[in-house]
């Protein structure tokens, strides 16, 4: 494929404002995949594809993304698109990203690829956190954004404003006067339609939707303002490459995906794998060259510049890894150079990692030993890059650090999933030292939250007692808030004010307030001890099965964390004690494992086998527990 005929181009958006969806679209509609439910005519093929009322959100491929709706990887896909006959066949490389601020590496690193980006924009919710966190590593690299504003025929859609807010937030990154030059679509990406006129958008009914032309827009404005690729693509040129995403295949292994940065590829050539300080970390010859069509892999006998690419056949290397051409006539004095890559923002929370040391460890897992656990730990950190392992303070432990409690509680579920047993210690922010004054500076958290104004004291004050710091306070319509959180409260719109409420509050003051959608700002000096006011534990005295007749009197004491026929042992937290006033009787409360992980003190820790999640202290010896709490509140005095 020509390079003036091919456009590389990355999605991205705040958490739930339509990307997946998007995607979705735009492969069905460019006749890649087949539609859903009747005949569609593709846009691809230059007709008017007619839109599609669901979609099936076929990017967000496995198991945990489809079970919790949100994308977790980012996913590269291509279609075909034939504006007219003159213009021929153009080549559109799409890569769908995750909204969620705790995968923002998965957004950092696919930037390298792309030569554009279409930032999604929820009509109704306007620009969030996240989308000010995707935009500013977009702007800081060159790339000129396409704006699309999503969800625009919702009655709660108000674009007069959010098209206002979306350039100050522009003017507030420093957006160059070519970057502020956008273009803006108005959509709807889950009925599969998208205009360039505010004044052509479509009722909510399916006559209207039925008479539009589909994503053709949008895939005529990714080919007028999406620059092709300009990279060196002669033979005589060196093939070099930086590896963004690791696959694996059970017929070929594993498989190196990235960008053609310079020269081209075929199956049989030579690669040595350096890191980004020009070390040798692998090499080998190419087995397979693959590129994504749809859903499907696809192999070709040649790779060209610009391409998105996963070689086969490469031993060693790993992410942010340059592959380049072995052949020793093109490399510089002193060996191999590495391609510039993307700086990656650092972890801000952690946790300490064992293997499962209680009373019921191996009943139900098969990967036991602490040895398994750090192997399994080292090799996910190879492909993620926003997270980082290092030695625990015992020896049979790991640090694992991470961007949030989701991002390190998508990793504790995949290996319980794998089979792994462990023990998971309170989540702790990652402190780090200002290297001018010596002073230790906290990671702090830019919170957004749309609440109805009766609870914002509460959300206020709650929050205030976090450290968190108010930045603004804003009245909004009632519709406005009504439609940006939808579903959160179970009242009708109208049913009073809406206020949207900014503050800074450090990183480990919202672990366990799940508010909002948060995302990393910055990093400010440590605040000092934070008071959240959480109760004190029940917990279990003896070992066996939790009966009935056992927890009925005990709900008269807190909430239970476990149903009748539990298993429990003596040191397990069952439950979470009432307040000294007003003791009500509750029903068990059913944690699963981020609320555990959220909620546990310092002096406990979370098991987490393939079938149980178990809050427990970390002394399992009541008396030595005890002697411990005895000695600290002695030195405390």
Request: net charge negative; glycine share 12%; hydrophobic share 40%.
């Given at each position: 494929m020509p390079m003036e005929k091919m456009r590389n181009i990355a999605i991205i958006a705040h958490v739930d404002h339509g990307k997946t969806t998007l995607v979705d679209q735009l492969l069905r509609q460019s006749g890649t995949l087949k539609p859903l439910g009747g005949s569609t005519t593709a846009a691809a093929a230059g007709g008017d594809g007619t839109a599609e009322n669901h979609t099936d959100r076929v990017m967000d491929s496995n198991d945990l993304e489809r079970e919790r709706g949100i994308t977790i990887l980012s996913k590269c896909t291509s279609v075909f698109y034939t504006p007219t006959k003159e213009a021929g066949t153009h080549l559109i490389n799409i890569v769908d990203t995750p909204g969620h601020a705790d995968f923002g590496g998965e957004v950092e690193r696919i930037l390298s690829m792309v030569d554009g980006v279409a930032l999604v924009v929820d009509a109704t919710e306007g620009p969030m956190t996240q989308t000010r966190f995707v935009l500013s590593k977009a702007l800081a690299r060159g790339l000129k954004p396409l704006v699309i504003l999503n969800k625009s025929d919702r009655p709660t859609s108000r674009i007069i404003q959010v098209e206002s807010d979306l350039f100050d937030l522009f003017a507030t990154l420093g957006a160059s006067d070519e970057q502020m030059d956008y273009p803006v679509l108005y959509a709807s990406a889950k009925q599969g339609w998208a205009v360039t006129d505010q004044d052509a958008i479509p009722k909510q009914d399916t006559t209207a939707v039925s008479s539009q032309t589909g994503m053709k827009p949008l895939f005529d404005m990714i080919l007028e303002h999406c620059p092709p690729p300009k990279l060196a693509r002669k033979d005589t040129d060196p093939f070099s490459m930086i590896t963004i995403q690791i696959e694996s295949d059970p017929y070929v292994g594993t498989l190196y995906l990235g960008r053609v940065h310079s020269g081209v590829l075929?199956?049989?050539?030579?690669?040595?794998?350096?890191?980004?300080?020009?070390?040798?970390?692998?090499?080998?010859?190419?087995?397979?060259?693959?590129?994504?069509?749809?859903?499907?892999?696809?192999?070709?006998?040649?790779?060209?510049?610009?391409?998105?690419?996963?070689?086969?056949?490469?031993?060693?290397?790993?992410?942010?890894?340059?592959?380049?051409?072995?052949?020793?006539?093109?490399?510089?004095?002193?060996?191999?150079?590495?391609?510039?890559?993307?700086?990656i923002d650092p972890p801000t929370i952690s946790v300490v990692m064992h293997a499962n040391s209680s009373p019921l460890a191996g009943t139900e897992g098969t990967k036991l030993t602490s040895q398994m656990l750090k192997e399994r730990i080292y090799r996910e950190a190879l492909t993620d890059v926003a997270l980082s392992v290092l030695p625990g303070p015992t020896s049979d432990s790991v640090e694992v650090r991470g961007r949030g409690v989701l991002h390190l509680g998508i990793l504790l579920e995949t290996l319980r999933r794998e089979g792994?047993?462990?023990?998971?210690?309170?989540?702790?922010?990652?402190?780090?030292?200002?290297?001018?004054?010596?002073?230790?500076?906290?990671?702090?958290?830019?919170?957004?939250?749309?609440?109805r104004e009766e609870y914002a004291g509460g959300v206020v004050q709650k929050l205030t007692q976090r450290k968190g710091d108010m930045r603004s306070y804003d009245v909004v319509d009632e519709d406005v808030g009504a439609g940006a959180t939808a579903g959160a409260e179970g009242d009708s719109a109208g049913s009073g004010g809406w206020v949207r409420i900014e503050m800074d509050v450090p990183a480990r003051g919202l672990i366990g307030y799940m508010a909002g959608e948060f995302g990393n700002d910055a990093y400010e000096p440590y605040k000092g001890a934070i008071e959240t006011g959480r109760n004190g534990s029940l917990i279990s005295m003896a070992q066996g099965?939790?009966?009935?007749?056992?927890?009925?009197?005990?709900?008269?004491?807190?909430?239970?964390?476990?149903?009748?026929?539990?298993?429990?042992?003596?040191?397990?937290?069952?439950?979470?004690?009432?307040?000294?006033?007003?003791?009500?009787?509750?029903?068990?409360?059913?944690m699963n494992m981020e609320e555990s992980i959220a909620y546990m003190a310092d002096d406990e820790m979370v098991e987490i086998t393939p079938k149980s999640v178990r809050l427990r202290k970390t002394e399992l010896d009541m008396n030595k527990r005890m002697r411990s709490m005895k000695g600290k509140q002695g030195v405390k005095k």
């Open positions: 075929r199956p049989g050539d030579a690669v040595t794998a350096i890191d980004t300080q020009g070390n040798k970390v692998g090499e080998g010859r190419v087995k397979k060259i693959y590129v994504r069509v749809g859903m499907e892999r696809v192999e070709r006998e040649e790779a060209g510049a610009g391409e998105i690419i996963s070689i086969a056949g490469i031993k060693g290397g790993g992410v942010n890894v340059t592959l380049c051409s072995a052949d020793e006539k093109y490399w510089a004095e002193g060996g191999p150079q590495p391609l510039p890559s993307t700086p792994f047993e462990m023990l998971v210690g309170p989540p702790k922010a990652v402190l780090r030292k200002d290297e001018d004054t010596g002073e230790m500076l906290e990671p702090v958290e830019e919170c957004t939250i749309v609440v099965e939790a009966s009935a007749y056992a927890i009925a009197p005990l709900q008269a004491r807190g909430v239970m964390f476990i149903p009748p026929g539990t298993q429990v042992y003596a040191g397990m937290v069952i439950g979470e004690s009432s307040k000294a006033l007003d003791l009500y009787v509750n029903p068990p409360k059913v």
